[in-house]
């Protein structure tokens, strides 16, 4: 029996430290970004199965090249439910800007599955919800080290190293995160390759450039946990720098840390696949917070947000 309408909701995140690197055995940590999320409804309505989305409101069989990993899981769930993919009509609604590293593939893929088990009454394991996430995350990607679907899907902020640690940790540390859209769609799959290139084209330069990221994930972990929020700041500067190195930035987002870092903020890089998309920094207190993110939108940025990372106590101005 299924029911009349269900619902599955997933959060955004944020990659503090280690995108990319992580693709490599490196570590990373990402943090979920709860001030953006996905809803996705399923309504019982004849016919063949309907998609209202951002990109694309038709039938799923017509549905286009960049929703094949989300259309592939719905038939696939449906099949493995002994269903047939037909007779519902699936509502997706975002808050998360698309392709900005904000995991929105992976949240539409997480919030779909949660609909989809709760519409047809199964029960959904966690980790039947990340093999499913990170089958429709390989074909948008390519090879995703899985990071994305495991913070969304945890929504923890997790300390990882691909196929074996997810380790929580607790992200308090005195200081405000900022977050800047560049606007622009980022490019994952395209700067996934572009460091791929770099490491099969020069195999000891590109080696070292990860390693040395993965030093950067390390260090900042450490500075977390004795609430060193300047050591943060500075090693989030230097893995922007190696990123940069490898291709993965661009001139918008080489912008935008460069206002952040000459508007005293205590770090700033981009966050994600890059090549567009978002970029973070790191500020003291909230006066600082706000007048970087004022600068990062008067120098281009299309959206910004402000999080407090501290323990909520006495702010410091
Ligand atoms: C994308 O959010 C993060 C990358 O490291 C790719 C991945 O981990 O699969 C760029």
Redesign the pocket.
Known sequence: MNNNTAVGTAIG?I?LM??????YGEP?M?IPFPTTKIITTIRKEEGPVFIDCFYYKGILPESPERLLGLATIIKDITESFNEKSTSFRINIESTIPPER?M?SS?AVAIATIRALYRFFNRTLTYEKLLEWANVS?RII?G??????AAVISSETPLYYI?GMLFIPFELKIDGYLIVADTGREGK?KA??EGVRNIIESNPEEGRRLIEELGILTRTARKFIEINDVNGLGNTMTRTHNILDKLG?SDDNLNKLVNVAIDNNALGAKL????RGGCMIALALNRRQAELISDKLLTNGAQNTWISNLGVDTIEKR
């Open positions: 995140k990659i280690g995108e990319h690197a992580v693709v990373a990402a590293g995991g992976a995350e990607h090879n995703p080290s899985g990071i994305d691909k994952t700067a996934v993965v966050t994600g696949g890059g």
